[in-house]
């Protein structure tokens, strides 16, 4: 059965270009067809259980990624994802046995070296979390998975200036498929409604960091006679450029940008970008830079119950997103050190986590003197 519409190849195929557009149905229904038609291919098994995970279906994933085994025992890929699909069905001593495995077939596999470190650190074997981890970076030394802040978040390394750019694309890659159905993520709405509130014009030059898809220049255009955007991922940057809502959008580090734009806006937006900082008095005197006199500048950041000023997110979720967080106090002195009075500095409730807990954050509005 070659060369027809039902020719598993084709069918495999298209199944992976449906779940790369986010049609998990299709997707997952083509695949299927192929496998109908030809269940020797474990590749059609493994992409299968992609599919069926990133749809909820563990148990069938889990299933799928057996099946992938069976038919070629040494894919370590397959291993590694079974042991992610075990550990999230709560079974631990699964988890651990799939990724030995993985590491068995490849030993330098980093995922599964990132993985193991996950594993340990949550079961409280923190001298082995750190020697996955370690291996981890040997393996990826653009650290894409953001090694240094899991080091610094069990206290065995310090901690980072900034979330590293290589897991900034890898993390913003994934969350662009969904990001604008992302319903318990309040930071583009704060921030919005912020400048709203604080901006009182219409003829504004405004510059959107961290833009992502859109979700914050979405509620301002009306608000902007020039309305800029940057951001380091270029899926969230395609997403983008799709709603027509820029001027101009560009690809680049917020550094980088605001070093060569001085004095060239009125407001500066950024809703969940600093969360990827840790010291913020460099990134705060580049914005400072970038505003006219009077300009507005808007952000959120995660809240730091903590006596120091900033530090890893102590929740492992957004430790292992990248994120930091930062005092009230931390911002107020830091603005006043970067020529910013305070107009707003307020405790929001910045998102909701997984388990449908709200999650600290802070909400500030500074203003160029």
Not at 3 to 11: C, E, M, S, V
Not at 51 to 62: C, F, I, P, Q, S
Not at 75 to 80: G, I, K, M, P, V
Not at 231 to 252: G, H
Request: overall charge negative.
């Amino acid at each position: 059965m070659t060369g027809g519409a039902r020719d598993p190849i084709t069918l495999h195929a298209a199944g992976v270009q449906a779940f790369r557009a986010g049609d998990l149905e299709t997707a997952a229904n083509l695949i299927a067809e192929a496998i109908a038609a030809d269940g020797r291919m474990p590749d059609f098994h493994y992409n299968l259980a992609i599919v069926l995970k990133a749809g909820g279906k563990l148990t069938e994933a889990a299933a799928s990624y057996q099946r992938a085994i069976a038919l070629k025992p040494d894919y370590a890929d397959a291993h590694n994802n079974l042991g992610n699909i075990w550990k999230s069905l709560g079974e631990t001593d699964k988890a651990r046995a799939s990724f030995e495995q993985a590491l068995r077939y490849r030993p330098d596999n980093a995922d599964t070296h990132y993985n193991l470190g996950i594993l340990c650190s949550e079961s409280g074997a923190r001298e082995e979390a750190a020697r996955h981890y370690h291996r981890c970076l040997q393996c990826d030394p653009g650290d894409s998975r953001g090694v240094g802040v899991l080091l610094a978040h069990l206290g065995l390394g310090a901690t980072p200036g900034r979330t590293s750019q290589a897991q900034l694309e890898k993390i913003y890659a994934v969350r662009s498929r969904f990001w604008d159905r992302e319903s318990a993520y309040f930071a583009p709405m704060l921030v919005a409604e912020a400048v709203k509130r604080h901006a009182g014009r219409g003829d504004l030059d405004i510059l959107d960091l961290g833009c992502g898809t859109g979700l914050v220049g979405a509620q301002m255009r009306a608000m902007a006679r020039r309305l800029d955007g940057i951001d380091i991922s270029p899926a969230m940057l395609e997403k983008a450029r799709a709603k027509i809502l820029y001027d101009r959008l560009e690809q680049a580090d917020i550094l980088a940008f605001l070093s060569k734009h001085g004095d060239t806006y009125d407001a500066i937006t950024a809703a969940a970008t600093l969360i990827h900082f840790g010291d913020l008095r460099v990134l705060f005197q580049a914005v400072a830079g970038c505003l006219r006199d009077e300009g507005l500048f808007f952000f959120t950041l995660f809240l730091n119950q903590t006596e120091a000023d900033f530090a890893v997110a102590s929740s492992d979720r957004l430790a292992q997103s990248g994120c930091f967080a930062h005092s009230p106090g931390y911002v107020e002195r830091l603005a006043g050190e970067s020529g910013f009075s305070v107009r707003l500095l307020n405790q929001v409730v910045h998102e909701h986590d997984q388990d449908g807990n709200p999650v600290p954050g802070l909400l500030s509005v500074l203003q160029k003197a």
